[in-house]
């Protein structure tokens, strides 16, 4: 009995693995390359898969494994830097790890799940199915607390050497002087 545990841990590990590193390296890594994101997205479903397989060996509530998801998806309320895209390839990850760590599922419908979830999200994020001109978001911390009308645009193109589409004010410190910015800026056709 334990030799089928330990095979049936195994094919779903290696099935984990694969599907990771479709998800992380062939779809998000190529397409955006985001070095720290794509290991964000490999490193929380791994992690996710271990804890869904320790938690599964357990008696628990369902209750608890949406508590779990709960908790993980405050990353997305404590980060500012990750962007839309990269939210969906992380909640992704998450449910992979999620569903092919389960125990008592068979291979067969963790394949099927995994399958149509990295599928999925291949063929959103396919330049033929949406347009790859990408609207980025960043933070800036601008020296001084100047915010008149037509200033702030200038001054941030000026810092980034680069047109932007919109400047927003997201807060002013008073000492040391200082404005935090949301820019926004398209990025080229990739």
């Known amino acids: 009995m334990i030799s089928e545990d330990l095979a049936s841990f195994l094919v779903s590990f290696a099935l984990d693995l694969g599907s990771v590193a479709i998800l992380s390296y062939l779809l998000y890594y190529r397409r955006h390359r985001d070095r720290d994101m794509a290991m964000a997205i490999s490193a929380i479903n791994i992690t996710l898969f271990a804890l869904t397989g ?41 449910g992979v790890g999620l569903i092919v760590g389960l ?26 199915f949406l347009s790859r001109q990408v609207v980025r978001t960043i933070a800036v911390t601008l020296e001084g607390t ?7 645009k200038p001054r941030v193109e000026e810092l ?10 997201k807060s002013i410190q008073a000492l040391p002087p200082a404005t935090k910015v949301q820019v926004s800026y398209r990025e080229k056709n990739r």
């Not at 008696?59 to 939210?87: C, H, K, Q, Y």
């Not at 980034?160 to 004010?169: H, M, N, Y």
């Open 54 to 94: 320790a938690l599964g060996a357990v008696t628990l509530p369902l209750g608890v494994g949406f508590a779990l998801f709960a908790v993980i998806s405050i990353i997305r309320l404590r980060s500012d830097t990750a962007g839309w895209i990269e939210m969906a390839y992380l909640l992704a990850g998450l």
């Open 103 to 128: 125990l008592g599922v068979d291979l067969v419908m963790k394949s099927s799940y995994t399958v149509f979830l990295v599928g999925m999200i291949a063929l959103i994020d396919n330049s033929r």
């Open 146 to 152: 100047k915010i008149e009308d037509g200033t702030l």
């Open 160 to 169: 980034l050497g680069r047109e932007i589409d919109a400047v927003v004010v």
